[in-house]
């Protein structure tokens, strides 16, 4: 559906009826057919049809200009609120754990997952390691909800576009935003939905705003499985891989990082956890990062790159990008092409 600006509500009457015809493409002899409909309910229903069948949306101004209003104020009268209008062209949703939809959740009909999986374990993971929750207000006190992973876009646009983007359509059918910034060298996977925000919140009891209180949910360290796919969605977005091909990062939650310890532990995963005041860091030897890698999934092109070209080549190359690593990977440039980007880039760097 085409967009429609808010300035638009500051226009005559005049030019506000106009719209529907010059600037939406309805047939004229159909606009004037349902402005001389009598009844205000039948006009209006009529008038959302026809919005309905061309956009498969309801916006409630234009409903009203078609309708011959110059303000969805009688949608309201007629029908008690905007949302009772719309629920007549979209089918309600019922999600689990008696989570209420917005009518935006509605109409791109958002799931939940009824039950915990190794696939929700890793997107959590993801979450604890570069997401983050918001509700924001606007001027009229009007909640929006939002969620927002967050990467370097040098290196992580591949693993956003083709791992995060389809993981969050097949748990939540819903197509996220990717939003790329150059100039910061950021990519930012996100949506809105009030429904989705509200299970990781209420449900999953993930925190909204600073994640210093963080807590991998508990449902997830009961289970193994669920707690080694929660890791692999945390290593592979907070952490790195060292020169020694070692997994090592820091987390300012302590919480999330003493479950970590505990599933380490727990699966005999060798590593080194140093509790500081206010975070933890640890450090994962090569043997025991591979299985990791290897046996746990990870995901990120970012570090299976590194360890595909150490076992192709018997050495790591630093200072190059996942892009140049794929290439390399693919015969489209020499291994002595990627260490002289690598030479020179460590000497720019300096």
Not at 215 to 224: G, S
Not at 279 to 285: L, V
């Amino acid at each position: 559906m085409l967009k429609i600006p808010k300035k638009w509500r500051e226009l005559s009457l005049h030019e506000k009826l106009d719209l529907p015809v010059k600037y939406f493409k309805f047939e004229k002899e159909q606009i004037e057919k349902i402005r001389d409909i009598k009844d205000k309910r039948e006009k209006l229903i009529a008038s959302g049809k026809i919005q309905f069948d061309k956009f498969g949306d309801i916006h409630t101004f234009l409903l009203s200009w078609i309708a011959g209003y110059g303000s969805d104020v009688e949608v309201r009268h007629v029908f008690g609120s905007t949302q009772n209008f719309r629920d007549l062209f979209f089918k309600k949703i019922k999600l689990p754990y008696d989570i209420k939809p917005s009518w935006m959740d509605i109409k791109r009909k958002i799931k939940i997952p009824d039950k915990m999986n190794k696939e929700l374990a890793e997107e959590t993971g993801i979450h604890i390691g570069d997401g983050n929750l918001y509700v924001y207000y606007d001027k009229n006190k009007f909640p929006y909800y939002q969620y927002s992973i967050s990467g370097n876009l040098k290196d992580e646009e591949i693993y956003h576009l083709t791992h995060i983007g389809p993981l969050i359509r097949r748990l939540y059918n819903l197509s996220p935003n990717i939003l790329k910034r150059t100039n910061r060298n950021s990519i930012d996977t996100r949506f809105r939905s009030k429904a989705i925000i509200s299970f990781k919140n209420k449900v999953l009891g993930l925190v909204i705003g600073s994640k210093k209180d963080i807590k991998i949910p508990q449902i997830i360290m009961e289970n193994n499985e669920f707690s080694k796919s929660c890791l692999v969605g945390i290593f592979d977005t907070d952490f790195h891989i060292t020169e020694h091909l070692a997994i090592s990062g820091k987390l300012h939650s302590l919480n999330v990082c003493n479950q970590i310890h505990e599933i380490l532990e727990r699966n005999k995963i060798k590593h080194v956890y140093t509790k500081y005041e206010h975070y933890g860091r640890f450090y994962i030897p090569k043997d025991f990062s591979k299985i990791i890698v290897r046996d746990w999934g990870m995901h990120n092109l970012k570090h299976l790159t590194k360890f595909e070209i150490f076992e192709k080549f018997g050495k790591l190359i630093p200072f190059t990008t996942t892009t140049e690593r794929i290439s390399l990977l693919k015969g489209v440039i020499s291994l002595v092409e990627l260490e002289s980007i690598s030479r020179m880039r460590k000497l720019k760097n300096r």
